[in-house]
């Protein structure tokens, strides 16, 4: 059963970042609104994202000074998204397809309006059974 769309669960107004600012500015922003990811936006619109994984993987474990390096060189260029009127189990199978656990939602202008995590479906999502016909959309399989 489809019922609930993706503006019911999105994180609306996600804070987001310029690549120009630091790793450090990045970290700071993700631990004070208490996220692992952020949207990195240019001058009209988002140009990748940051995670606090690509944070520690591609520079903190190869020795880069977060103070010094850009957010530029370290984000991801290709960022996934869906619209508020998305169902969930759509966003879901979206995740899948391109294997990653949160999208860009934008609004009916296109303008970017939240986010979409899977995490949070599942943690702000209190019936088991919607929860089930998620995850069965996430991973394509029947959940008992």
Avoid at 8 to 14: G, Y
Avoid at 96 to 121: M, Y
């Amino acid at each position: 059963m489809r019922n609930r769309k993706v503006k019911e669960l999105m994180s609306e107004q996600p804070c987001t970042i310029a690549p120009d600012a630091t790793l450090q500015e990045a970290a700071r922003m993700m631990a004070n609104v208490d996220c692992g990811f952020l949207p990195v936006c240019g001058k009209s619109d988002v140009i990748g994202i940051i995670t606090d994984r690509d944070i520690v993987i591609r520079a903190i474990s190869r020795g880069k000074d977060p103070q010094k390096e850009k957010v530029l060189n370290y984000m991801t260029n290709e960022c996934f998204g869906c619209r508020e009127d998305d169902y969930l189990e759509d966003a879901a199978e979206k995740m899948r397809e391109h294997k990653v656990s949160r999208l860009i939602v934008r609004d009916a202008t296109g303008q970017v309006s939240g986010v979409l995590s899977f995490g949070g479906i599942l943690r702000r999502n209190a019936d088991a059974k919607e929860i089930s016909n998620v995850v069965k959309h996430a991973v394509r399989r029947e959940v008992a």
